[in-house]
Nanobody, 122 residues
Framework: QVQLVESGGGLVQAGGSLRLSCAASGRTFSSYTMGWFRQAPGKEREFVAAISWSGGSTYYADSVKGRFTISRDNAKNTVYLQMISLKPEDTAVYYC???????????????WGQGTQVTVSS
């Protein structure tokens, strides 16, 4: 019912910026909480940010607060993650996901994109 496709990843120097996009299909897109997760090689998948279906509530991992901004445009069926002041430890595959409930637990998310690689060089 929901298909997610991430884009916008790439190679950037420390201190640089990237904007990730997640294009969604499905008539009920606006009813889902949307989240971003990331996974570095050899590490567990971790929560990055989430936004409610209305866009009125957002949540961020402590590691990205003040640097990352999540937003959504329901008219375009698209979720964004604006990342500034990137650090080498931000290097990971970033995944977009959709949930009917919940915020932080990846098990709450039902639909996942294929991921986009973000690499931050020092």
């Amino acid at each position: 019912q929901v298909q997610l496709v991430e884009s916008g990843g790439g190679l950037v120097q420390a201190g640089g910026s990237l904007r990730l996009s997640c294009a969604a299909s499905g008539r009920t897109f606006s009813s889902y909480t949307m989240g971003w997760f990331r996974q570095a090689p050899g590490k567990e998948r971790e929560f990055v940010a989430a936004i409610s279906w209305s866009g009125g509530s957002t949540y961020y991992a402590d590691s990205v607060k003040g640097r990352f901004t999540i937003s959504r445009d329901n008219a375009k069926n698209t979720v964004y993650l604006q990342m500034i002041s990137l650090k080498p430890e931000d290097t990971a595959v970033y995944y977009c996901a959709a949930a009917r409930r919940g915020w932080l637990n990846p098990d709450d998310y039902v639909y996942w994109g294929q991921g986009t690689q973000v690499t931050v060089s020092s």
